[in-house]
């Protein structure tokens, strides 16, 4: 079937919840992937944050294959090795002590609200539910979740949002100290915002928010759905700012392109959980959990992280060189290879002029160019992605000065 006709029967038949580019992407290897044309992209979006080891990586293809050979699901009314043994590696590479698997990053962060509340009741708290969350954060689209991302645009349609959760703006201490009290049983935060612009938090603010939760007996959670797993040049992102939540939330780049999420938490934290509060019917199921194991392996072991940290220095310093040539740049930030590019402009024309030279990129906010492509990427792949983009900035530069 030609892409013309896939483009075509899709937009009969599914709802109408993504502006989709038209393009059928129909295979992927490392860094680049292929249209139903033929046509080849260097791949800087990487299923949003996603794709972390590369696209159909040979040993996360191997371990799905062989696990599907022998047991694709079974209940969590049983016990599944898969799971324990992934468990045990995140546990065993983090300072948490227990996991709880789910399907999704909403799924991971309506885990993690659910379990500050329910462990705030059990210490006797019962007027303790509020949740402080950021302004310009996202966590997802579930009710619990889409209540929590600080950004009206989300919402709007699907009111009345869930009770209990209020916003300060990111990266202030002070609003954050006014918005704590009694009824705070924890506070959501992003390491670094993602949907919210690639916004970077000083190292005091995070700091400050641990001693803030500590000294008023509130939990801290951060949401490590497209910073964790080694995208900013840590397994977690949380290791740059020297805190310890008691919560995080993962999934995205966990299952290096099969879909999972986890939460997980410290000890006494962790137990407030017990049989019957929480659940997912295929949560941690053996693909999954197989899927986790080779990827996660391959992230320890293959020092992936720290090629990541390296050619991210490396991204964003050719990145912010570009500043001073385009007066319509106004900003380049990030971490690692969790990279953002602020404009002046919109940049939707951008992602499309870069699409049409081969280059996958996208926009948020509008305004911001981010880029998030496999932590596998060479030097030589990002030279390829700037000649491109370079001449498209040449382009739109040109076309301001005629206008």
Avoid at 353 to 371: A, P, S, W, Y
């Amino acid at each position: 079937m030609r892409q013309n006709e896939i483009i075509a029967f899709a937009d009969r038949y599914l709802m109408r919840t993504y502006g989709r580019l038209p393009i059928v992407v129909v295979r992927g290897d490392g860094v680049w992937v292929w249209d139903a044309e033929g046509k080849k992209y260097l791949d800087f979006v990487a299923g949003i944050a996603v794709n972390a080891v590369g696209h159909c990586n040979p040993r996360v293809v191997e371990a799905v294959i062989d696990q599907a050979r022998r047991l694709m699901h079974c209940s969590n009314l049983y016990y599944i090795e898969p799971q324990m043994r992934l468990a045990r590696m995140l546990v065993d590479n983090s300072a948490f002590d227990r996991a709880f698997f789910c399907n999704s990053g909403a799924e991971a962060v309506e885990g993690a609200i659910k379990l500050a509340r329910k462990y705030a009741r059990s210490q006797g708290g019962e007027d303790r539910y509020e949740i402080i969350a950021a302004h310009n954060s996202f966590h997802g689209r579930t009710l619990g979740a889409l209540t929590a991302t600080g950004q009206v645009k989300y919402h709007k349609g699907f009111e009345p949002l869930a009770a209990g959760f209020k916003h300060v703006p990111f990266n202030d201490l002070e609003a954050m100290d006014a918005a704590i009290n009694e009824r705070t049983c924890a506070v959501l935060l992003e390491p670094i915002q993602g949907e919210g612009g690639i916004n970077v938090p000083s190292k005091d603010y995070l700091q400050g928010v641990r001693r803030l939760c500590d000294a008023r007996g509130a939990l801290l959670i951060l949401d490590e759905v497209q910073t964790g797993m080694g995208r900013t040049g840590r397994l977690f992102a949380h290791e740059h700012y020297g805190v310890v939540p008691d919560i995080i939330a993962l999934a995205k780049a966990l299952g290096g392109g099969f879909p999972i999420g986890a939460i997980l938490a410290r000890e006494p934290v962790a137990s407030a959980f017990t049989p019957g509060d929480h659940a997912s019917t295929f949560g941690g199921n053996p693909l999954a959990c197989a899927a986790g194991i080779a990827t996660l392996k391959l992230l320890l072991g293959e020092d992936y992280i720290g090629h990541a940290a390296r050619v991210g220095q490396y991204f964003k310093a050719r990145l912010a060189d570009l500043m001073g040539r385009y007066p319509f740049i106004h900003d380049v930030r990030g971490r690692g290879l969790m990279l953002g590019m602020e404009l002046t402009v919109p940049g939707g024309d951008i992602v499309t002029r870069c699409r049409d030279e081969g280059l996958l990129i996208n926009c948020i906010g509008q305004k911001v160019l981010r880029f998030v492509p496999p932590l596998i990427v060479t030097l030589e792949d990002i030279d390829g992605a700037l000649i491109i983009l370079t001449r498209v900035l040449d382009e739109v530069k040109k076309e301001a000065e005629k206008a």
